[in-house]
């Protein structure tokens, strides 16, 4: 493309556009919906814009924080959490669990939601979200801009150490069927939300394996 066809801008001069495209352009994107507990025993639930996985093997998953909130110092001072899937059935309770609460008050029964202790950590999962992951901490990081300076973000990376499918997402052969969750994923602005189904699915095989060596 030309580049008079392009809109061009740096982001620390701004955008020149009615809304920031930024979190438009790297969507949508998976919903970082996460419990903790701090050292009383105390739980709290938030949902997390940024979020996804990170690697294989073991599996991460990793969230950022915009803000040192209840969630980062309830896992940094613990070492542990849930990521719980959230639905388009789910997608209210998620969203009302990020209200601002006063200190203490417990964002599980705020959005009328069931707290299961984990299996391998001491953090709660939501009971009626169809998978959750059990985390331990492996790094939390302040991020850096370009030139070094440390910013107010902090990304949380978790090593998945058990994992809680509903058995309805698994077929006969054992795949989890992504679509039949009904996942939802954010995208722009304040309010903007996607779903996904089987008519939107499409398969490619990469290169190295169609011409296997």
């Not at 294989?56 to 001072?77: E, Q």
């Not at 998945?160 to 077929?171: E, P, S, T, Y």
Request: aromatic share 10%; proline share 7%.
């Amino acid at each position: 493309m030309s580049s008079s066809s392009m809109h061009f801008y740096e982001p620390r001069h701004g955008h020149g556009l009615s809304h920031d495209p930024f979190n438009a352009i790297i969507g949508p994107r998976p919903i970082g919906w996460i419990a903790s507990v701090n050292t009383r025993g105390q739980r709290n639930l938030a949902p997390y814009s940024f979020f996804n996985g990170f690697n294989y093997h073991p599996p991460i998953v990793g969230f950022c924080s915009v803000g040192w909130k209840d969630s980062v110092a309830n896992i940094s001072a613990t070492g542990e959490f849930v990521w719980n899937l959230a639905t388009r059935e789910l997608a209210d309770a998620m969203n009302n669990s990020s209200a601002s609460l006063p200190a203490g008050q417990d964002e599980f029964g705020f959005a009328g939601l069931t707290p299961v202790l984990g299996e391998r950590v001491a953090a709660h999962r939501v009971a009626e979200s169809p998978v959750n992951f059990e985390c331990k901490l492996t790094q939390c990081i302040q991020l850096q801009d370009a030139q070094g300076g440390l910013i107010e973000s902090w990304l949380v990376l978790g090593e998945v150490v058990a994992v809680h499918i509903d058995k309805k997402l698994l077929n006969d052969q054992g795949v989890y069927q992504t679509a039949a969750a009904h996942p939802i994923l954010r995208a722009g602005g304040p309010s903007a939300y996607y779903g996904i189904s089987d008519e939107q699915r499409f398969d490619m095989v990469r290169p190295d394996d169609r011409n296997p060596r």
